[in-house]
Structure formats: structure tokens, C-alpha cells
């Protein structure tokens, strides 16, 4: 009997060219097909919700495939993750869970919105196990103005000014930015190894969380970028109002480096 | 003018086959031996404190070079991470500090011990953005066992027991352990990377940290295994006393794999 099965997943991006199957190089979806046919034997197309860019992380990533293997559904992750491991070397993803869901559930179009969180090391010292999990800053940035810039992004708006070229020309960049956080904390109490008996680590971890109903191409990592050039002072938070006004990519910020950027959850 | 530099190195241990040079493999000395000898226009010969194993970090590894260049020692940190980071792409290495030393002076020779962190994600569920820095133990370990068995191995003794094959026969096996510290802690305050909305995880975080006047063959990983098993109560603590005065490495637990172990600190 063929099943319909919803799978949440996490990956460390760094060694895929993201997540769509490409012919000769190494992607999630890609992976993760060869390890479920191997597990269903039989060939598998797997859905997945977002189409995360080469060295983006995830810790939510949702995916959908139908099946006929007897397999009960809550040993599916452990059989995936075992043969990603051990069988594959595959240890950079892990099956979180998996769940049996109606016929015409659809991982992409049955979403309700996402959670993403960017996360950045402000400092001029970065231990070097974090590099490929943090987008380093040196200046010091200012967590009040991008606090303030983020209140003029929150909501439903025209979010073109932080569309990447290469979206969907004709299709509607209206979307709803349900929240946006920018949280601040002492890098002492995260990730410690490079805090050995240091005492002299200067700095501060910034994380920006956003949910909102969609995203456009890049959109979080503009959004990530534009907050950053506020928190050093380039543009003013005010400034941030008439940029998604305007609709103009160019005068937003840089989109800042994919390794910051973590799919936290997908909503149903 | 020739000057004796000891540099204070961090590096990620994954991507490289282990601290000492070889050829046609990448090592942290060769691929801190090419940044320099670019760096000084002369062929630079790394002297490193310890020879750590493949998969092996470290957060203070020392070594020490002597070099004509005219570059102001305080600078030379910057000028190797930016050849490491920007040209070779090595991000994985990291010069955190310079000093000049007297002529005589030798990153191994001259060295009064060393100190260890051994970590253990002590849980079901180990993230992926971990895999390459802790042991992931799946039983739950009783640290107070753990703590008990440390008493025996703290102080001056025969670490026969402890050393691996390849070790310098006719070479004394004494040494003396310093300190000897089991630490515990939830895993929700450290490296959150994977704990993204859910409130799911179960487990703890170990530290196993050891100083000492010098360490032999695989000591470190050989004692974190041992501990590991007394956690388990495969091995009793008292047993560990009797392990200890056998001077038999079959009796000791395994070797504890080396992506958990950092080197933290050299004493001079």
C-alpha cells in the first residue's frame, strides 16, 4: 500500500550545493533520494518546501514522498539516518521525524509559512569552529537601530527591495512578515570551544529570527544584510521605511553569506 | 635579524590527517609551514608542542619558528589569517597570537605540560552541526561514577595502562596528573543551533578536563574512554585503581574517538 510520508530535516549546508537535485554535484534532495529508494527500493521523488541555497542550513526543513515500503513510519528516521551515517558518510543530515499524512498532502504547497533565524558573530575574533555557522562582523553593530529598522519591515508589504534577480518575473512580491526579532547575547554562553581558558573574548552574538507567510529569492539574507548595514550606521532605520517603499533592490543592502542563514521551521 | 616566534594556534581538526607534516596528505604543520615560509620568503620549519591525531582540535596548540622577516611580531597573526582565510582558503587554522622568544626557546622542549578537554554529547539526539566536535554517547552515563574513577587517576603514576601501542619503548610511562575534572551540563545552553523551536531534547553535555605534565600515546582519548565505560557501569570505579597499578592496556576502556578531544592549553 502506498503511503504519502512527511519527513522533518536537518542539515549542516556546508558541503551541499543546497538543496535541489543537480546532476554532479552533491545536494540534499539528491542525498536523501539515493538513501529513500534505497530504503523503499524503489526510485523516490522527494518535495521539498524550501529550496535552500548551497551552505544555508536547516533545522526544520519539511519533505514529502510517497512510498511503499512496510516500514513502520516512526522507524523511518532511524533507518534513513543509519544508512546516511554509516552506510553513506552522509552524517551532515538526520531525519527528525516522519509522519504519515493524507494523499494529496503536498510539503511546498500545503505551507503555511516559514521560520528562519540569521545568525551573526559580531567581533573580531571568530573561533574557527563556527565559521561555516555564522556570518562574521568586525564593526560593532548597533542592536537598537536595527531593532527599530526591523519595526518597518514587520507586516504585509511589497517586500521587491529585498528580492534577489532570478524570482519569478510577473508573480506578486506582496507578503507578510508575521514577526521579526534581532536578539543579542554574550558569546561566552554559546559554543565555548574556542573559550578554553580565554579570557579575553570581546563581542556579542546578534540572531535575527523571522516568520512570515513567504519568502522571495534571498529575501531573508537581503533583509539580514540590510539590518546589518543599520546596526553600522550606513542607513538609518527611518531609511528602511521608504527602501521597501520604494521596491528597489538597489538601494537595500548586501545579501549577506548563506552560512549564517538556518531554516528553522516550516508551518502547517 | 632572525627571530624565535612562538605562535598560539586554534585549528578544526576535521579536514586535516593530524597535526604532523606528511607528504601528499594535508597537516596542520604543512599548511602552516606554506602560510610562513610565503609569509618570510624563506622555507620555515614549524617546531609544534603536540603531534595531534587526525580529527583532533585544538584551542592552543603552540609552536614555534625562527624567521629574518621584518614584520612586526604583533602583526604576523593578522598577516597568517588573511593568507590562511582569503588565499588558501585554510579558514580551519587560526593564529591567535605571536611572541618573540629567546633563542633557545623550543615549543616542545621547553614546555611544562599541557592541559585536555574531552567532550561527550551524552544523548539520543546529536546534532548534525556537531558531529565533528563531540563523542556522541548513546547510554546515560552516571557522572558521579565518572567523578569517583577520576580519583584514581589524578597524581603520579604508571599510565602503562593508558598508552596505546606506538608508544617509545624503554621511554618511562610515569607522569603526573594534575587535575582531573568531570563537568556536566544541559545541552540547551550550549550550541543551540539545533534546539530551533523545539523543546524536545533530552540528554546532557560532558566535559572531561585533564592536565598534566606531559601525556603519552593516545592517553587522553584512552582515559575519556575508560570513564565513558565506567559511566556506563561496565567498569567500577575502585576497578579503575586496580587498572591503573596493572599497567595493562587490555584492562583500560577503548579509545575514545578523537573528534571530542581539544588540546586547550600549553604551560610553559
Same mark, same amino acid.
Request: with cysteine; net charge neutral.
Given at each position: 500500500m502506498?503511503?504519502?510520508?512527511?519527513l522533518?530535516?536537518e542539515?549542516?549546508g556546508t558541503d551541499f550545493?543546497?538543496?535541489?537535485?543537480q546532476?554532479d554535484v552533491?545536494t540534499? $534532495?539528491?542525498?536523501?533520494e539515493?538513501?529513500?529508494?534505497?530504503?523503499c527500493g524503489?526510485k523516490?521523488?522527494?518535495?521539498?518546501t524550501?529550496? #535552500?541555497?548551497a551552505?544555508?542550513?536547516a533545522?526544520? $526543513?519539511r519533505?514529502? /514522498?510517497?512510498?511503499?515500503t512496510?516500514?513502520?513510519?516512526?522507524k523511518?528516521?532511524?533507518?534513513?539516518?543509519?544508512i546516511a551515517?554509516?552506510?553513506m558518510?552522509d552524517?551532515d543530515?538526520?531525519?527528525v521525524?516522519?509522519? %504519515? *499524512?493524507?494523499e @494529496?498532502f503536498?510539503a511546498?504547497?500545503?505551507?503555511?509559512?516559514?521560520k528562519?533565524?540569521y545568525?551573526?558573530?559580531?567581533?573580531?575574533?571568530?573561533?574557527?569552529f563556527?565559521?561555516n555557522?555564522?556570518y562574521?562582523?568586525?564593526?560593532?553593530?548597533?542592536?537598537k537601530?536595527?531593532r527599530?529598522?526591523a519595526g518597518?519591515i514587520r507586516g #504585509?508589504?511589497? /517586500?521587491?527591495?529585498f $528580492?534577489a534577480?532570478?524570482?519569478?518575473p510577473g508573480?506578486s512580491?506582496?507578503r507578510?512578515v508575521h514577526s521579526?526579532?534581532?536578539t %543579542?547575547k554574550?558569546?561566552?554562553t554559546d559554543c565555548?570551544?574556542?573559550?578554553g581558558?580565554?579570557? @579575553?573574548f570581546?563581542?556579542k552574538d546578534?540572531?535575527?529570527?523571522?516568520s512570515? @507567510?513567504?519568502?522571495?529569492?534571498?529575501m531573508v539574507r537581503i533583509i539580514a544584510?540590510t539590518? *546589518?548595514?543599520?546596526?553600522?550606521?550606513?542607513i538609518?532605520?527611518e531609511a *528602511?521605511?521608504?527602501?521597501v517603499e520604494s521596491?528597489?533592490? #538597489?538601494?537595500?543592502?548586501h #545579501?549577506?553569506p548563506p $552560512?549564517?542563514l /538556518?531554516l528553522? %521551521?516550516v508551518?502547517?
Amino acid at each position: 500500500m502506498e503511503r504519502n510520508i512527511l519527513l522533518t530535516i536537518e542539515y549542516d549546508g556546508t558541503d551541499f550545493s543546497g538543496w535541489q537535485r543537480q546532476p554532479d554535484v552533491r545536494t540534499v $534532495q539528491g542525498t536523501l533520494e539515493s538513501i529513500l529508494s534505497r530504503l523503499c527500493g524503489s526510485k523516490i521523488s522527494l518535495n521539498g518546501t524550501s529550496r #535552500t541555497d548551497a551552505g544555508v542550513h536547516a533545522l526544520g $526543513q519539511r519533505a514529502s /514522498f510517497r512510498c511503499k515500503t512496510a516500514i513502520p513510519v516512526e522507524k523511518i528516521p532511524f533507518a534513513v539516518n543509519n544508512i546516511a551515517g554509516e552506510v553513506m558518510k552522509d552524517g551532515d543530515i538526520k531525519v527528525v521525524s516522519a509522519e %504519515e *499524512v493524507s494523499e @494529496d498532502f503536498h510539503a511546498r504547497f500545503n505551507a503555511k509559512g516559514k521560520k528562519y533565524r540569521y545568525r551573526i558573530r559580531n567581533s573580531a575574533a571568530m573561533p574557527v569552529f563556527l565559521r561555516n555557522y555564522r556570518y562574521r562582523v568586525w564593526k560593532e553593530l548597533d542592536v537598537k537601530l536595527m531593532r527599530e529598522a526591523a519595526g518597518y519591515i514587520r507586516g #504585509t508589504h511589497d /517586500f521587491a527591495c529585498f $528580492q534577489a534577480a532570478g524570482g519569478n518575473p510577473g508573480e506578486s512580491t506582496v507578503r507578510t512578515v508575521h514577526s521579526l526579532e534581532v536578539t %543579542e547575547k554574550s558569546p561566552e554562553t554559546d559554543c565555548a570551544e574556542s573559550f578554553g581558558g580565554r579570557q @579575553d573574548f570581546q563581542g556579542k552574538d546578534i540572531d535575527i529570527e523571522i516568520s512570515g @507567510d513567504g519568502f522571495l529569492y534571498n529575501m531573508v539574507r537581503i533583509i539580514a544584510g540590510t539590518l *546589518v548595514e543599520v546596526g553600522m550606521g550606513k542607513i538609518s532605520p527611518e531609511a *528602511v521605511k521608504h527602501i521597501v517603499e520604494s521596491k528597489d533592490r #538597489t538601494l537595500a543592502g548586501h #545579501t549577506a553569506p548563506p $552560512q549564517g542563514l /538556518f531554516l528553522v %521551521e516550516v508551518y502547517y
